[in-house]
């Protein structure tokens, strides 16, 4: 069903926001912590996860397809793209496949964190593996005159996925990264003080992480950082209820969840990333 924006974004807007699972949920908390008052959509591409091990066109593709139905099929005005992959990968793709419709990625919002948090300059960033190769970390932060070392760490989403957020096997595969991310960063003399958690299904592992670092080092997500982002970007572009003080509470705001698979486990589990009920998770089909 096509939605008539224009109508709507006189009431209230809706924003779409997207990953390729529902680790993006921990942006959509963020998001209606600081705009309750806007309207959210958010599919989870979880038929075609991960993203992370795909190629540049592959994620583009699958990224594209999401957003047209965020903005054909839920009439969203404003895209979140909750994911570092996507957002690394096919930002520019996303963008063409919606022309009309302000899209907002988390690695700049995640950077910036970056930047505000470090006081040595030296950055650790860990990310998924086509994040990782894109580089998308290392360019951010270089523009704020960081210096970042980037490593791949591809068990922990499907760790996440399974629900082993808080297990012995998931706290010494983290252990195991950070091992090889230090001894990286001790050879090319870094003086690292922050961690850049570079996908969003992280978050859930925020106090694993926040064990295992040395003291001292601050652990980032770019949750907090993107909704910010969000609401200097959106509130500038619509006269509308987003730049309206709202009496709207978090826990009333209204949230629709998508899924291309898994839709049992996405009500099961979706919960502890937005920090309150999913409810009703539907199922659509993106095609291939
Ligand atoms: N949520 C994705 C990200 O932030 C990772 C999951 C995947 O590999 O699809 O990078």
Known sequence: MMHDTKARSQATPTIGVFDSGFGGLTVLRSLIHHMPQARYAFIGDTARLPYGSKSRRTIARYAAQSAQFLVQEQGAEFLVIACNTASALALD???????TIPVLGVIEPGAEAARAASHTGDVLVIATDATVQSHAYLAACK????RTIEKAGPLLVPL????WIDHPVTREVIEIYLNELRSEAGEHGFRADTLVLGCTHYPLLRSAFEHAVRPGVTVIDSAESTAQAAVKLFNGRVGSALARPSATKPKQTEVRCFATDSV??????????LGRPVGKVTLVDLGG
């Not at 049992?264 to 990333?273: A, C, N, P, Q, V």
Request: glycine share 12%; proline share 4%.
């Open 160 to 163: 996440v996925e399974e629900g």
């Open 143 to 146: 523009q704020r005159g960081l």
């Open 264 to 273: 049992e486990k996405f009500e099961r589990l979706g919960s502890r990333f």
């Open 93 to 99: 793709a996303i963008k063409e496949a919606v022309p």
